[in-house]
């Protein structure tokens, strides 16, 4: 992998470094937990879900579409509590991450795809902003990836050229998405190969500075 002049890595935030908040597994749980018919559900959710998270909607909007269609025996303040709370830290990444911020001389930035109530929730719940520089979200942009435009952009605000970033995701679609944009990219599988990933992205950027 080309690293000499990387100076911006963008960071997936589910599967990464936080669970799929309101992933395919989580919502099959849902409707066990809920009595709710699953395919009935996701037939709904699909129809809606990508409006959810391009901003265009509400979370209440979307409940209001995919389970409060009819009269249910929980309320819709427990169904939002039970979603918000399978956002889950994944070991060791976020962790290491907000401490690897402060030394590696790097920006980092998220681009994620979300929903704003979700996307709100998990930012604070779990202190992103400790190591992130900035959020490219699908709610606040109103694009979600795989969509060029999203890579495109987050390369603007951070005013940097393809050559000078890093990609890094578990879904190897987004990676090959962002590779399309000419975005060297990372395949993350687990927390102690992307690790060995960046330490030695930091200690080759730090040969070339000293070589400058």
Not at 28 to 34: G, M
Request: with cysteine; aromatic share 14%; charged share 30%.
């Amino acid at each position: 992998m080309e690293n000499a002049s990387i100076r911006i890595i963008f960071f997936d935030i589910g599967g990464v470094l936080l669970s799929d908040g309101w992933g395919h597994s989580v919502r099959k749980e849902a409707a066990k937990y809920f009595a709710l018919d699953y395919e009935e559900m996701e037939f709904e959710h699909q129809f809606i879900f990508n409006v959810y998270e391009i901003g265009s909607i509400t979370l209440d909007y979307y409940l209001d579409t995919v389970i409060f269609n009819r009269s249910r025996n929980f309320t819709r303040e427990e169904f939002k509590d039970y979603m918000y709370a399978q956002s889950t830290e994944l070991p060791e990444t976020l962790r290491w991450l907000k401490e690897w911020k402060g030394e590696c001389g790097f920006r980092i930035i998220s681009i994620n795809n979300e929903g704003r109530e979700l996307n709100e929730y998990r930012v604070k719940k779990f202190k992103l902003n400790e190591c992130f520089d900035a959020f490219i979200s699908s709610c606040e942009v109103n694009i979600r990836k795989p969509d060029p435009r999203i890579y495109k952009l987050a390369m603007g605000i951070a005013q940097a050229s393809p050559e000078e970033c890093i990609y890094i995701d578990d879904r190897m679609v987004l990676v090959k998405a962002a590779q399309k944009q000419g975005i060297q990219s990372f395949h993350h599988r687990d927390f102690l190969s992307t690790k060995k990933m960046l330490e030695e992205l930091k200690n080759s950027n730090g040969r070339n500075r000293a070589l400058e």
